[in-house]
């Protein structure tokens, strides 16, 4: 039988411009202007063509484009002032400026959206927002912050006008390939992977990582061939319309959320749940704290509500 493969293929970026694959991988330059107008100046029109992403963008740049830049002086001049703050900002660990966070991991923030840029359709409003500008201000104020999330590969949906005028939405699935998503892994190397008892039996995800500047953010996707049809749609969409869904989004956001860290070796000193949808992360804190520091329900009910933040948009 015969196979259809697709595969893609990447110009040979020439070795001046190195430093701009890393910038690409990295969602810091979303928030620089100058890193941003840096990626633009190379070809305005297919910087706006796909969707100002800069790891599709790259791959869309004629090899002659990229050659002659290697020898544009002024553009490498540029590159390289960028590089030096990206080094600086990004690469150089910080020092601990909040030890009442440093020794334990700092702050964990769980949050159903996060928008952090366009080209990573996570979210579909000011929560989202918000959300994303809290990882870039942890990133520039060295904070040591951990955000957590879901990862919906249909994303949330796009509005378009039909030709008779009438609105339409769409859910296009996301290539992880043109974004720069890796797997999280522990301390060993191994790929992070979490269960959750879900509604109607186990539910697997895989954890994803993005990095944002110096913050890392960790998203749990369903996605997978162990996982049936049903299971795999639970982190398909953001804000789905099933009730079952919906539920099992905020299991999987707050209990999941909560062991990826664990797994992870990340023990924060603080959780920082964004509006409701994370709220079982409490439950999940509560049984962690059982068994890390084994103390019983009744002390764990004391130390809870005291290492838990949270922020509602609806009072």
């Not at 599709?56 to 390289?80: K, T, Y």
């Not at 601990?96 to 964990?108: F, T």
């Not at 749609?233 to 789905?240: F, G, P």
């Not at 709220?279 to 509560?286: C, H, P, R, W």
Request: proline share 6%.
């Amino acid at each position: 039988m015969n196979r259809l493969q697709i595969f893609q293929v990447f110009p040979n970026i020439p070795e001046p411009l190195s430093f701009l694959e890393v910038l690409s991988r990295n969602l810091w330059w979303s928030w620089q202007v100058d890193a941003t107008e840096l990626f633009r100046r190379i070809d305005p029109r297919i910087w706006d063509d796909c969707g100002r992403n800069p790891i599709v963008f790259l791959a869309r740049i004629p090899q002659s484009r990229l050659e002659a830049l290697a020898r544009d002086n002024g553009f490498l001049s540029d590159q390289e002032r960028i590089k030096e703050r990206f080094i600086e900002l990004v690469c150089t660990p910080a020092e601990q400026s909040y030890p009442l966070y440093g020794q334990q991991g700092g702050v964990a923030y769980f949050s159903m959206e996060f928008g952090v840029h366009e080209c990573l359709p996570l979210f579909a409003g000011g929560l989202g927002i918000l959300a994303g500008d809290h990882l870039k201000a942890a990133s520039d104020l060295a904070i040591p912050l951990t955000g957590v999330g879901l990862f919906y590969w249909k994303g949330y949906f796009h509005q378009f006008l039909d030709s008779d005028g009438w609105q339409q939405e769409e859910n296009p699935e996301i290539d992880l390939y043109n974004l720069p998503v890796e797997r999280a892994k522990d301390s060993s190397g191994r790929d992070v992977s979490v269960s959750v008892e879900g509604i109607d039996g186990e539910i697997h995800a895989n954890v994803l990582k993005i990095m944002v500047g110096r913050t890392s953010l960790y998203l749990l996707d369903t996605n997978l061939r162990e996982n049936p049809p049903e299971v795999r749609e639970i982190t398909s969409r953001l804000y789905a319309g099933d009730p079952k869904i919906r539920l099992s989004q905020e299991l999987l956001l707050g209990i999941g959320g909560m062991r990826a860290l664990a797994a992870l070796e990340i023990t924060p000193s603080v959780c920082h749940i964004n509006e409701g949808h994370a709220a079982f992360a409490a439950l999940e804190k509560l049984v962690q704290t059982i068994s890390d520091y084994n103390v019983d329900l009744e002390t764990a009910l004391e130390i809870a509500p005291r290492t838990t933040v949270f922020t509602t948009h609806t009072p």
